[in-house]
């Protein structure tokens, strides 16, 4: 509590109170640097309760990794790939995301459909049930001697589950532990299981409960989504994606693209403005505090709030200044390990194949994802075929292997390419290479390229170390997004966008 107490007093600077919503073209109350799913939950929030919110993202549409692309094949035919995210969590009755779409009134303007896992491990096949009260019987066939401890495992995660989630309509969508001292005291005794948990290692958790490495790296599988090492998780960075189990994943139809779409077209319909194809090179802090931002071509938007989207070192370190950072902050940032990278395959596939729209494998020594989303949305691909990517985690270090301008780089972008597809074909897609019609390999420089992030990580920071929270120290400067406090992840990066409304307009 003290150290969290210490934090909150290095960026102790009130919220500045607004002038009247401004005429002039160019000042905004809120300026937002980056249109990532942080930065759109927290633009549309605010231009929704009346802040008057500019949103400059430097491609030519909102989204960040929560994108779509299009491309015709040698064929014809149109396919639709995501630039990342295919598995969305956060939308039981409690999620994030529902609390979002819900507080902005458009919950019925998406459609979800549900994203079904199968993981494929050395050899060991689990279908992971719809109903969560079918997963002990599911785990339990795999590993009959092991039936009560993983009925008890489940039971404890889902309690810590509900208690992390339980307050979430009190808590303006953020489902955190209260900040204040008096609310901090009280509840370990009303969340007594995310209490006692939370900040434990994952791996004890599991070793209270269960014995065979098998099924302990089972329930560690959708680690995954956040990280390359999971052995490196505490409960509290677990139990979220135990909501795939709980209440499941989601795939909005259209693509994923779609849920930037929204929370961008929110922001217009309430006033605000969003302008792509801008880059922004600075950040600007006058006497003390931020006073807006300056584009790449030198135009200056100017506001007292400025949200920063994106990778948070870069934007504190690049767009901000070190001169604007105490010396003990610029050094915790620079100490910030960077998550992982990723190699993503993209294929249109002439046919669809006969798989959920998530599978989870370990073949030959490579760990990776397939994403199957034409399965539940056949709009993605022309009729009877597929897009489908397969997604393979790079270790920071892996990923500062991998530079555009070598020479062996495109050679070496197909060898690693042709590999997945190889495991793909012995693990659960025979005949896989024969479909293919149309590919594509996004490799560490790709991704650095897209999102501008360093070494091209895809998850923002590692997540056993300290993260910048959401309010900076520079006065008037907002961070969401993966490399902050909450962490990467679509229902994550909503968490940091909601916390950043709800500091602008509490004040
Ligand atoms: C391959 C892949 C698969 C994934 N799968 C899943 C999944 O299934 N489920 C899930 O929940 N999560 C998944 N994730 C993680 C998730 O996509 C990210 O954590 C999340 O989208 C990050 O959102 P963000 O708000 O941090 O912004 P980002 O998506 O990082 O976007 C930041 C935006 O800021 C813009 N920007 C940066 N600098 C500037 C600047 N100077 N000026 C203007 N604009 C700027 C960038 O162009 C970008 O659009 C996946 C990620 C990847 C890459």
């Keep these: ?287 003390g505090r931020v006073a807006g931002v300056e584009s790449a071509i030198g135009k200056v938007h100017r506001a007292p709030i400025v949200v920063a989207n994106g990778d948070v070192v870069s934007m504190l370190t690049d767009l901000v200044g070190e001169t604007h950072l105490t010396a003990r902050y610029l050094e915790k940032l620079r100490a910030m390990r960077r998550g992982p990278s990723a190699i993503l395959l993209s294929l249109g596939l002439d046919r669809v194949p006969d798989l959920p729209a998530r599978i989870f494998v370990r073949q030959d020594g490579l760990v990776f994802g397939i994403g199957n989303p034409s399965v539940i949305d056949p709009t993605l691909a022309p009729p009877g075929c597929a897009a489908v990517t397969l997604l393979c985690l790079l270790s920071d270090e892996a990923a500062s292997a991998w530079r555009r301008k070598d020479a062996g780089y495109r050679d070496d972008k197909d060898r690693f390419a042709d590999r997945l597809i190889a495991a793909t074909e012995a693990s659960v897609l025979p005949g896989l290479k024969r479909s293919i019609i149309h590919r594509e390999v996004a490799s560490p420089p790709t991704f650095t390229l897209f999102a501008k992030t360093r070494n091209g990580n895809i998850y923002g920071a590692a997540r056993d170390q300290w993260h910048p929270r959401i309010k900076s120290p520079v006065p008037g400067l907002l961070l969401v997004g993966a490399g902050t406090s909450t962490g990467p992840g679509i229902e994550a990066v909503v968490v940091s966008g909601t916390a950043a409304a709800n500091l602008v307009t509490a004040s």
């Design 1 to 287: 509590m003290r150290r969290r107490a210490a934090d909150r007093d290095a960026c102790a600077w009130p919220m500045p109170s607004f002038e009247a919503r401004s005429s002039e073209a160019d000042r905004h109350q809120v300026i937002i640097v980056g249109a990532g799913i942080g930065g759109l939950t927290a633009g549309a929030l605010l231009a929704k309760r009346g802040v008057k919110v500019l949103l400059v993202e430097s491609h030519n549409r909102p989204g960040g990794y929560c994108s779509c692309w299009t491309r015709t094949s040698a064929r014809g035919g149109s396919f639709r790939f995501d630039a990342g995210v295919q598995d969305f969590s956060g939308l039981g009755e409690r999620g994030p995301i529902r609390h979002l779409l819900r507080a902005l009134d458009v919950e019925q303007r998406i459609e979800w459909r549900r994203v079904r896992h199968f993981y494929k491990k050395d050899g060991l096949g689990f279908q992971v049930p719809d109903d969560p009260a079918e997963m002990v019987e599911a785990l339990g066939a795999l590993f009959p001697a092991e039936r009560a401890g993983i009925a008890s495992f489940l039971h404890e995660m889902a309690a810590v589950y509900r208690d992390l989630y339980a307050d979430i309509e009190m808590t303006g969508g953020v489902p955190m532990p209260p900040a204040t001292l008096e609310g901090m005291l009280i509840w370990p005794s009303t969340h007594p299981h995310a209490w006692r948990w939370m900040k434990r290692p994952f791996t004890e958790m599991l070793d209270t409960f269960l014995v065979d490495p098998r099924l302990k790296d089972l329930l560690t599988t959708v680690a995954d989504y956040i990280t390359d090492r999971p052995d490196t998780l505490s409960v509290a960075d677990m139990a979220p994606l135990f909501g795939y189990y709980f209440d499941g994943g989601a795939y909005p139809v259209g693509g994923s693209q779609r849920l930037a779409d929204l929370l961008s077209a929110v922001i217009e319909e309430h006033g605000g403005q969003v302008l792509l194809r801008t880059r922004i090179k600075r950040i600007l802090v006058e006497n």
